[in-house]
């Protein structure tokens, strides 16, 4: 039972690590928590379903809507974070600012698509496969080698192409990088961009796993990514993934022995575990300010 329930949560917790990734993502750059995350998360899947009401067929409708989705983080940006940078607003304004722009976007997709669940569409026939005496789904094997693939990809982006040298220029002193000739409007809104197309690429697989969608569906999904990020430690790629997986693992299990009501628990359990003990989480540092 173990050994199954710890294949359910490798597949599930890899998907949290792709959308901790985002939250990572845009810390790193800002040093801002975007709590408007989980919302760009169920944004995701309804386009998908617009798409596909419109007969544009499965495969294209998620590449539109994964790109409709990395353009509405950049609009979130542009249109509410952008002007209070520019002000020199204190962080705690675009914290709250990003909880406003969440509720925004869960009250319009209730509005376009109601408030009921819907069916997401299969993403392609599913088959239980056994290894080592538990049963796997192939779509728990997709989810999982989708996301590692993306993840890398994430990574190899940042550390080995211009353009992520610019985002970790940008990370260390926006100032700086600025005076250096970076376009650093240009990176911030990159960032946004990948974080949201992140978001999106999790809440396809997630939903396509499940088969369901509604509005408010990113509300816990995002929280419990943004306990993985912090769990692992904010704005590291390798700590969201860790994070990733212990809650995805710790929660299936959770669920097997306790029941499925105590499974949204577990994750909060583990970070206030994990702070604790030490705040910076597993992999983060403790900050240092020359004075």
Do not use: C, W
Not at 137 to 151: D, H
Not at 241 to 259: K, N, P, Y
């Amino acid at each position: 039972m173990i050994l199954q329930q710890a294949f359910n949560g490798l597949a599930l917790g890899m998907a949290y690590a792709l959308i901790a990734v985002g939250y990572s993502l845009v810390f790193g750059i800002l040093r801002l928590v975007n709590f408007s995350h989980g919302s760009v998360y169920a944004f995701g899947a309804h386009m998908v379903i617009l798409f596909v009401s419109y007969h544009f067929g499965l495969a294209p409708a998620i590449i539109l809507g994964v790109v409709l989705t990395g353009l509405l983080g950049i609009l979130i940006d542009k249109m509410a974070l952008s002007p209070l940078r520019k002000k020199n607003s204190p962080g705690i304004s675009s914290l709250i600012t990003t909880i406003g722009i969440s509720y925004i976007i869960q009250n319009l997709l209730m509005m376009a698509f109601g408030s009921e669940k819907k069916t997401f569409p299969e993403l392609f026939p599913s088959k239980m496969i056994t290894i080592a005496g538990a049963q796997v789904s192939s779509m728990q094997i997709v989810m999982f080698i989708a996301s590692v693939i993306l993840l890398l990809v994430l990574t190899l982006l940042v550390k080995f192409t211009k353009i992520g040298l610019a985002m970790r220029s940008v990370e260390q002193s926006e100032k700086i990088a600025s005076l250096m000739g970076i376009n650093t409007n240009f990176i911030i809104a990159f960032t946004f961009f990948l974080g949201g197309a992140s978001a999106a690429i999790a809440s396809i697989l997630i939903s396509g796993y499940y088969q369901i969608v509604y509005p408010t569906m990113g509300f816990v999904v995002g929280l419990k990514a943004f306990a993985a990020a912090v769990l692992g430690g904010i704005g590291l790629f390798h700590g969201s993934i860790v994070g990733g997986l212990v809650i995805g693992v710790a929660e299936a299990i959770a669920a097997s022995l306790f029941g499925s009501a105590y499974r949204d628990s577990v994750a909060f359990i583990i970070l206030i575990l994990v702070l604790v003990i030490r705040p910076a989480g597993l992999f983060g540092k403790k900050g240092i300010e020359k004075v």
